[in-house]
Nanobody, 114 residues
Framework: VLLQAYGGGLVQAGGFRRLSCAVS????????GAWFRQAPEKSREWVAT???????DYADSVKGRFTISKDGGKNTLNLQMNTLKPEDTAVYYCRVTKGVRNYWGQGTEVTVSS
């Protein structure tokens, strides 16, 4: 299973950014897709999860601002990030689950300037 995350970059506070994670194979064959992030000098934290059937959860810190989705046509896991804050600055990682195994992407960096 190969995952390639992209879409990171520099954005001003209040702006938006869309991250995508290209997944090998059919995205809908995976049990769940999730995004995590790791800010400088902090441990990795969970951001959002999408499960088969559309069940979705968000961390409280991003609820109402971020939207996780899957695109079957492109086989991507996406994270639309709106109203970005400096505290959203982090390396963002995608993860998919198949069976009992998790597969991680390499991370894409998002920097939000104040």
């Amino acid at each position: 299973v190969l995952l390639q995350a992209y879409g990171g970059g520099l954005v001003q506070a209040g702006g938006f950014r869309r991250l995508s994670c290209a997944v090998s194979g059919n995205i809908f064959t995976y049990n769940a897709g999730a995004w995590f992030r790791q800010a400088p000098e902090k441990s990795r934290e969970w951001v959002a999860t999408i499960r088969p059937g559309g069940n979705i959860d968000y961390a409280d810190s991003v609820k109402g601002r971020f939207t996780i989705s899957k695109d079957g046509g492109k086989n991507t896991l996406n994270l639309q990030m709106n109203t970005l804050k400096p505290e959203d600055t982090a390396v963002y990682y995608c993860r998919v689950t198949k069976g009992v195994r998790n597969y991680w992407g390499q991370g894409t960096e998002v920097t939000v300037s104040s």
